[in-house]
């Protein structure tokens, strides 16, 4: 017991500063993004479900960072939730193979209006290294309307938060 | 590799007294769609043989006209899932099989289209048939109900199904269906530039790009007959081995977090970002990425960086140890680890089990002992060696490996020769050529032939989770569905590398 | 002055409420805190219940009229169940009648996690069930030893009006706490991890769901239902929270409805809930999640630690 509390003294707060996302990372959608998040109040509190539609797991590497100590997505609201019943974001990562085609409409039919669809990685914007493979259906935006697109293979932590909370943020301004 | 040629019919006799005989364990099998050449198929079946520290192949012809073989998998376990493969991707009937079922491609997928056979493009459109369902082992009794779970997961993790069967809590039987993350890629490669498809290979299973990447880059160099210069040998064993710390790190992350412990998790996942960013200050990609190529590395490391990591890899390591007692001293975490999903050695044997969940039952095998390339002789890698079998033995055996890992970039960083970082390769093909490494998981082989324009004719992968798959349901006999999460994490299988 | 007395009382069933999420909060970034990091705002239960409730409702098809319902009858048992304790003001010792049995509380809260169970049947997932079922389990073992340890409180202050009890012990001092009252002090902790399912009975932030308890039962839920249900297992926390400081610790408490004595019983009772925050962060934080089928042996200890509190509190009340 006491030598966690020794331990994490000693590790001190490991959250760090997050960095800026680069504009050349993403892409926010128009006007629908924005009435989306200011229905969810603001986008102060994002519920995230995170589907993998075909990817290599490398995505996953870096989204499972997002709630590590270092980046700590909670401190801006943002939470990995459950049950796609609860979630406000769907976070899609991978090409859409063929075999994943149907599960991936499913979970976007069980999450409640308003939602935002998110394409994670160069797969999910166009189908990346297996574009054209007869196993993938296709790009993320061939399956659901996509609201944000984040480049990158894999894209960085920082570039998913950071995108997320950009369209938050212009949100708030318009 | 040695390549033995058998009749047909004697092949599975062979492949048996491989195992029997010499203590072989099957990698891999695969089939060639040769009907182009002479109007036949070919199989092959590849052993790693460790008394010989080498692998040996054993092959066979399908003539023209026939599109079955004697199945092998009676005999040798190891070869029912690869057998399976071969039936839905070439047609090719493995005649006694006990299992008829697809392995991959899912009940919408037509019969009698057959992804790997040279007439079918590799981005044909294929309709979806409707109607048929995937028959799932029923198991019937008084309280027994079944628990579909997936192929969408609460986490962040990819997708697959699991049926389970229950009693209450027991779990009476499980079957574990993947096949929802193939994106078709063996046919990929065929019919690129072998010298140019390095960065097809990174992207086959994310978290072992390099893994995959170095075996195929062995590949083709041993197709080609080149050996990479002793500093490429030395900074691709430096890339391999920070790889398998950034995976252990976080899979004991994860096993510290299922349980509930999440202040351990927590710790190691600050443990992990900080060798990712080390990652990607010596190589600019934070997964090592972009690095490989046939013939040795794209370029030299930085002047500087390789000293640079060796100081952040000595506080990583005076970090880790902290940490690791930590957690050995969690007894509520050591408590929930201890006896579950224990995994009988047997099983891992029978089936080909590989990496640190067969080494965690008393599998004694590692690539870098058994079959080492370059100056992986020189190391002296012992493998980490449990008996146990259960989620604590896997654990162990990964920590065990994070230490050694920590050892033996130390020994790498000292002992660094100069000179050219890549061997030119000027021409590829035709031939075969077979590359490994042990990955953070197990064993990777990658099995390529080439035409003479230099082009991929055929490429097999195995990744470690298609030999290590088929262990899970073993290991969750008897044990309660709340522990399969923990189980599950303990094996850190990759679903993209058994899809492909 | 019956009836203001006891409307008033009841009116600090709604501080419990309106302050649940606030105590969810800081009971989160306290956890965030000792995992090193930086953690949600101690207001952002209030932002994703205010979201929830702007959301659509999504409905399996399977589920019936039940599964609608259920979240109201959570809320509404909850939301009882929270009126019977006594907040910042105890019992004054000049009314008479009674308010606030400790049983019907304890059977409120039954009612609520029935309700609750129900619902989670509703839309034919196996996860639903599976939670109902280890819900079912769990709260079979922890009401026995809820009771009891709510007993040896009872038996101290020979009522078992929560706001009565929390003004005797107030008012005796320290001589009212025997030995009985530390057994059942700890019984009633233990217990209240397990009704309010948290670690090491059940991880509150897990997202596997073959291991969930509580979270596997709300699943299916979206929108309003799910603000109501969150809502109410915030309330349901500090209830117990609340309990336990009244029962076992009320000294601060107001015993007369003072505007000074008032302010002083809101501060105590802010301090005394952020101590028990602090304590339950670090007791999460410090251990793992039990085997599910250790769970029995858990509560069993909870329950004998009650009985014992029992017996010791009987012994010395009546000398034998």
Same mark, same amino acid.
């Given at each position: 017991?006491?030598?966690?509390?020794?331990?994490?003294?000693?590790?001190?707060?490991?959250?760090?500063?997050?960095?800026?996302?680069?504009?050349?990372?993403?892409?926010?959608?128009?006007?629908?993004?924005?009435?989306?998040?200011?229905?969810?109040?603001?986008?102060?509190?994002?519920?995230?479900?995170?589907?993998?539609?075909?990817?290599?797991?490398?995505?996953?590497?870096?989204?499972?960072?997002?709630?590590?100590?270092?980046?700590?997505?909670?401190?801006?609201?943002?939470?990995?939730?459950?049950?796609?019943?609860?979630?406000?974001?769907?976070?899609?990562?991978?090409?859409?193979?063929?075999?994943?085609?149907?599960?991936?409409?499913?979970?976007?039919?069980?999450?409640?209006?308003?939602?935002?669809?998110?394409?994670?990685?160069?797969?999910?914007?166009?189908?990346?290294?297996?574009?054209?493979?007869?196993?993938?259906?296709?790009?993320?935006?061939?399956?659901?309307?996509?609201?944000?697109?984040?480049?990158?293979?894999?894209?960085?932590?920082?570039?998913?938060?950071?995108?997320?909370?950009?369209?938050?943020?212009?949100?708030?301004?318009? | 590799?040695?390549?033995?040629?058998?009749?047909?019919?004697?092949?599975?006799?062979?492949?048996?007294?491989?195992?029997?005989?010499?203590?072989?364990?099957?990698?891999?099998?695969?089939?060639?769609?040769?009907?182009?050449?002479?109007?036949?198929?070919?199989?092959?079946?590849?052993?790693?043989?460790?008394?010989?520290?080498?692998?040996?192949?054993?092959?066979?012809?399908?003539?023209?006209?026939?599109?079955?073989?004697?199945?092998?998998?009676?005999?040798?376990?190891?070869?029912?899932?690869?057998?399976?493969?071969?039936?839905?991707?070439?047609?090719?009937?493995?005649? &006694?099989?006990?299992?008829?079922?697809?392995?991959?491609?899912?009940?919408?997928?037509?019969?009698?289209?057959?992804?790997?056979?040279?007439?079918?493009?590799?981005?044909?459109?294929?309709?979806?048939?409707?109607?048929?369902?995937?028959?799932?082992?029923?198991?019937?009794?008084?309280?027994?109900?079944?628990?579909?779970?997936?192929?969408?997961?609460?986490?962040?993790?990819?997708?697959?199904?699991?049926?389970?069967?229950?009693?209450?809590?027991?779990?009476?039987?499980?079957?574990?269906?993947? &096949?929802?993350?193939?994106?078709?890629?063996?046919?990929?490669?065929?019919?690129?530039?072998?010298?140019?498809?390095?960065?097809?290979?990174?992207?086959?299973?994310?978290?072992?790009?390099?893994?995959?990447?170095?075996?195929?880059?062995?590949?083709?160099?041993?197709?080609?007959?080149?050996?990479?210069?002793?500093?490429?040998?030395?900074?691709?064993?430096?890339?391999?081995?920070?790889?398998?710390?950034?995976?252990?790190?976080?899979?004991?992350?994860?096993?510290?977090?299922?349980?509930?412990?999440?202040?351990?998790?927590?710790?190691?996942?600050?443990?992990?970002?900080?060798?990712?960013?080390?990652?990607?200050?010596?190589?600019?990609?934070?997964?090592?990425?972009? $690095?490989?190529?046939?013939?040795?590395?794209?370029?030299?490391?930085?002047?500087?960086?390789?000293?640079?990591?060796?100081?952040?890899?000595?506080?990583?390591?005076?970090?880790?140890?902290?940490?690791?007692?930590?957690?050995?001293?969690?007894?509520?975490?050591?408590?929930?680890?201890? &006896?579950?999903?224990?995994?009988?050695?047997?099983?891992?044997?029978?089936?080909? &089990?590989?990496?640190?969940?067969?080494?965690?039952?008393?599998?004694?095998?590692?690539?870098?002992?058994?079959?080492?390339?370059?100056?992986?002789?020189?190391?002296?890698?012992?493998?980490?060696?449990?008996?146990?079998?259960?989620?604590?033995?896997?654990?162990?055996?990964?920590?065990?490996?994070?230490?050694?890992?920590?050892?033996?970039?130390?020994?790498?960083?000292?002992?660094?020769?100069?000179?050219?970082?890549?061997?030119?390769?000027?021409?590829?093909?035709?031939?075969?050529?077979?590359?490994?490494?042990?990955?953070?998981?197990?064993?990777?082989?990658? $099995?390529?032939?080439?035409?003479?324009?230099?082009?991929?004719?055929?490429?097999?992968?195995?990744?470690?989770?298609?030999?290590? $798959?088929?262990?899970?349901?073993?290991?969750?006999?008897?044990?309660?569905?709340?522990?399969?999460?923990?189980?599950?994490?303990?094996?850190?299988?990759?679903?993209?590398?058994?899809?492909? | 002055?019956?009836?203001?007395?006891?409307?008033?009382?009841?009116? +600090? !069933?709604?501080?419990?409420?309106?302050?649940?999420?606030?105590?969810?909060?800081?009971?989160?970034?306290?956890?965030?805190?000792?995992?090193?990091?930086?953690?949600?705002?101690?207001?952002?239960?209030?932002?994703?219940?205010?979201?929830?409730?702007?959301?659509?409702?999504?409905?399996?098809?399977?589920?019936?009229?039940?599964?609608?319902?259920?979240?109201?009858? *959570?809320?509404?048992?909850?939301?009882? =169940?929270?009126?019977?304790?006594?907040? *910042?003001?105890?019992?004054?010792?000049?009314?008479? @009648?009674?308010?606030?049995?400790?049983?019907?509380?304890?059977?409120?809260?039954?009612?609520?996690?029935?309700?609750?169970?129900?619902?989670?049947?509703?839309?034919?997932?196996?996860?639903?069930?599976?939670?109902?079922?280890?819900?079912?389990?769990?709260?079979?073992?922890?009401?026995?030893? /809820?009771?009891?340890?709510?007993?040896?409180?009872?038996?101290?202050?020979?009522?078992?009006? =929560?706001?009565?009890?929390?003004?005797?012990?107030?008012?005796?001092?320290?001589?009212?706490?025997?030995? !009985?009252?530390?057994?059942?002090?700890?019984?009633?902790?233990?217990? =209240?991890?397990?009704?309010?399912?948290?670690?090491?009975?059940?991880?509150?932030?897990?997202?596997?769901?073959?291991?969930?308890?509580?979270?596997?039962?709300?699943?299916?839920?979206?929108?309003?239902?799910?603000?109501?249900?969150?809502?109410?297992? +915030?309330?349901?926390? /500090?209830?117990?929270?609340?309990?336990? *400081?009244?029962?076992?610790?009320?000294? !601060?408490?107001?015993?007369?409805?003072?505007?000074?004595?008032?302010?002083?019983?809101?501060? *105590?009772?802010?301090?005394?809930?952020? @101590?028990?925050?602090?304590?339950?962060?670090?007791?999460?934080?410090?251990?793992?999640?039990?085997?599910?089928?250790?769970?029995?042996?858990?509560?069993?200890?909870?329950?004998?630690?009650?009985?014992?509190?029992?017996?010791? +509190?009987?012994?010395? +009340?009546?000398?034998?």
């Amino acid at each position: 017991m006491f030598r966690i509390l020794r331990r994490c003294a000693r590790t001190g707060l490991a959250t760090l500063p997050l960095e800026p996302a680069r504009d050349a990372d993403y892409e926010l959608a128009g006007e629908k993004l924005r009435e989306s998040i200011r229905r969810l109040r603001g986008g102060r509190s994002l519920y995230v479900r995170e589907v993998d539609a075909g990817s290599c797991n490398g995505c996953e590497i870096e989204i499972s960072a997002l709630t590590s100590p270092v980046y700590d997505a909670e401190r801006f609201g943002v939470h990995v939730t459950a049950s796609p019943r609860h979630a406000d974001v769907l976070l899609v990562t991978g090409p859409v193979t063929r075999q994943m085609e149907l599960a991936l409409k499913m979970t976007y039919e069980a999450a409640p209006e308003p939602k935002i669809v998110v394409a994670c990685g160069d797969c999910a914007l166009d189908g990346g290294a297996f574009a054209g493979s007869y196993a993938v259906a296709g790009a993320v935006e061939d399956v659901l309307p996509v609201d944000i697109r984040i480049k990158g293979c894999p894209p960085k932590p920082s570039a998913i938060l950071g995108a997320l909370l950009a369209a938050v943020e212009r949100a708030g301004k318009a | 590799m040695d390549s033995k040629e058998f009749p047909l019919d004697a092949l599975p006799a062979a492949c048996a007294s491989m195992v029997r005989g010499e203590g072989a364990r099957l990698a891999a099998a695969l089939a060639l769609d040769e009907r182009r050449r002479d109007g036949g198929f070919s199989l092959r079946y590849v052993f790693s043989v460790p008394a010989k520290r080498s692998y040996v192949e054993l092959r066979g012809r399908i003539p023209a006209g026939a599109a079955a073989f004697p199945s092998s998998a009676a005999l040798v376990p190891a070869a029912h899932a690869f057998e399976r493969e071969i039936r839905e991707f070439f047609g090719l009937d493995p005649q &006694g099989h006990p299992d008829p079922r697809n392995l991959l491609l899912h009940e919408d997928w037509p019969e009698a289209v057959h992804p790997l056979r040279k007439e079918f493009s590799w981005n044909a459109k294929t309709r979806r048939e409707a109607g048929r369902e995937f028959p799932f082992l029923k198991v019937t009794g008084e309280g027994v109900f079944e628990i579909p779970v997936g192929p969408v997961h609460a986490g962040v993790i990819e997708p697959g199904h699991f049926r389970f069967s229950v009693a209450g809590e027991p779990v009476v039987n499980l079957e574990v269906r993947l &096949g929802y993350v193939h994106r078709g890629l063996e046919k990929l490669f065929e019919g690129r530039l072998a010298l140019a498809a390095a960065a097809l290979a990174e992207r086959i299973s994310g978290d072992n790009s390099i893994a995959h990447a170095l075996a195929y880059c062995r590949a083709v160099e041993d197709l080609a007959g080149r050996t990479p210069p002793p500093r490429a040998q030395a900074l691709r064993a430096i890339l391999l081995e920070l790889e398998r710390l950034y995976n252990h790190a976080g899979d004991v992350a994860g096993i510290a977090a299922d349980t509930g412990f999440v202040f351990g998790g927590a710790q190691m996942l600050i443990l992990r970002e900080r060798l990712l960013r080390e990652n990607e200050r010596l190589s600019g990609r934070r997964l090592l990425r972009g $690095w490989l190529e046939p013939g040795g590395l794209a370029r030299d490391a930085a002047p500087g960086s390789l000293e640079t990591l060796a100081a952040a890899l000595e506080s990583c390591e005076a970090d880790y140890r902290e940490i690791e007692k930590l957690i050995l001293g969690a007894d509520s975490l050591m408590d929930r680890v201890v &006896g579950a999903g224990v995994l009988d050695r047997r099983v891992a044997v029978d089936l080909g &089990g590989v990496g640190p969940a067969a080494r965690a039952s008393g599998v004694d095998g590692d690539l870098r002992r058994d079959h080492p390339v370059g100056l992986e002789a020189e190391l002296g890698f012992q493998p980490a060696l449990r008996r146990e079998g259960d989620v604590r033995a896997r654990m162990l055996v990964r920590m065990e490996e994070i230490a050694e890992s920590f050892r033996v970039l130390r020994a790498l960083q000292a002992r660094m020769p100069d000179g050219p970082w890549t061997v030119p390769i000027n021409g590829v093909g035709p031939g075969e050529g077979v590359g490994w490494a042990e990955s953070s998981r197990g064993e990777v082989l990658h $099995w390529l032939r080439a035409g003479p324009d230099g082009t991929i004719e055929r490429l097999k992968i195995k990744d470690p989770s298609f030999s290590n $798959w088929p262990l899970v349901p073993w290991a969750v006999q008897g044990d309660i569905v709340p522990d399969f999460p923990l189980i599950n994490k303990s094996f850190g299988l990759s679903y993209a590398g058994h899809d492909r | 002055m019956e009836a203001p007395l006891n409307a008033g009382f009841a009116f +600090q !069933g709604i501080v419990i409420f309106l302050a649940a999420p606030l105590a969810a909060g800081v009971l989160r970034k306290l956890k965030a805190v000792l995992q090193n990091r930086l953690g949600a705002p101690v207001v952002q239960p209030y932002r994703d219940l205010r979201k929830l409730l702007g959301k659509e409702e999504v409905v399996s098809g399977t589920a019936s009229g039940l599964f609608r319902v259920a979240p109201y009858v *959570v809320f509404a048992a909850t939301a009882g =169940a929270c009126s019977l304790v006594p907040v *910042v003001l105890a019992r004054m010792a000049t009314a008479g @009648g009674a308010w606030g049995d400790l049983v019907v509380l304890v059977g409120l809260l039954a009612l609520g996690r029935f309700a609750l169970a129900l619902g989670a049947l509703e839309a034919g997932s196996a996860f639903g069930g599976m939670g109902s079922s280890r819900e079912m389990m769990v709260s079979s073992l922890a009401e026995p030893a /809820l009771l009891t340890a709510l007993f040896v409180a009872a038996l101290e202050a020979r009522t078992s009006e =929560a706001g009565r009890i929390a003004a005797h012990v107030a008012r005796t001092g320290g001589a009212a706490f025997g030995p !009985g009252s530390a057994f059942a002090l700890a019984a009633l902790f233990l217990v =209240a991890l397990a009704e309010c399912g948290r670690l090491p009975v059940d991880n509150p932030s897990t997202h596997l769901e073959l291991t969930m308890i509580h979270e596997a039962m709300i699943l299916e839920y979206s929108g309003r239902s799910l603000a109501l249900i969150e809502w109410a297992s +915030q309330a349901r926390l /500090l209830l117990f929270m609340t309990l336990l *400081v009244d029962l076992f610790l009320p000294w !601060g408490i107001a015993l007369d409805a003072s505007a000074a004595a008032l302010a002083l019983g809101a501060a *105590v009772y802010a301090l005394k809930i952020a @101590g028990l925050c602090a304590v339950l962060a670090f007791a999460e934080t410090s251990t793992a999640k039990l085997r599910l089928f250790r769970v029995p042996d858990f509560l069993g200890a909870a329950f004998v630690l009650a009985l014992i509190g029992l017996f010791s +509190q009987g012994f010395i +009340q009546w000398g034998l």
